[in-house]
């Protein structure tokens, strides 16, 4: 019988590549967020936070942005509006969709959210200095934008 586990498997290669490094690393901030006590699931956060950067989208683009199936972000919209801190609303360009809005009530939920990545990203970002940082966030906008680009 077959045991898996939840440890990586160890290489002889070093694991070198970008890509690996950003999705282990995506993964292991994800980890930390559980550690820490999130006012909701992460992936509700996750879809509160990007709700809050674009205010009125619609839910077929977010799920595409989350990388959820449209139903799936459908249940999960449901469960933020059932807690008062989303809200849909007609979109005047397409009386088949519906574009999603923050409620006052989000606010205070969006801070707590703050607090919690803030603390993970000290953790993360502990030993850099900040010219360390800020170059680092630069490199990462730059590669997110030749990528979205496409």
């Not at 993970?120 to 200095?129: F, I, K, T």
């Amino acid at each position: 019988m077959t045991v898996k586990s939840s440890q990586p498997v160890k290489s002889s290669q070093p694991v070198n590549e970008i890509g690996f490094l950003l999705t282990d690393i995506k993964r292991l901030m994800r980890r930390e967020y559980l550690k820490r006590e999130l006012p909701m699931t992460p992936q509700q956060a996750r879809a509160l936070v990007y709700v809050s950067r674009n205010e009125g989208i619609r839910q077929v683009a977010l799920a595409d942005i989350l990388e959820i199936q449209p139903i799936t972000l459908a249940r999960l919209i449901d469960q933020l509006a059932e807690d008062g801190l989303v809200e849909r609303r007609p979109d005047p360009d397409d009386r088949r969709a519906y574009g999603l809005y923050l409620t006052d009530a989000a606010q205070a939920r969006l801070s707590d959210i703050r607090v919690i990545v803030k603390e993970v990203q000290e953790d993360a970002l502990a030993g850099l200095s900040q010219e360390e940082i800020d170059q680092f966030e630069r490199t990462l906008r730059t590669i997110h934008s030749n990528l979205a680009g496409r």
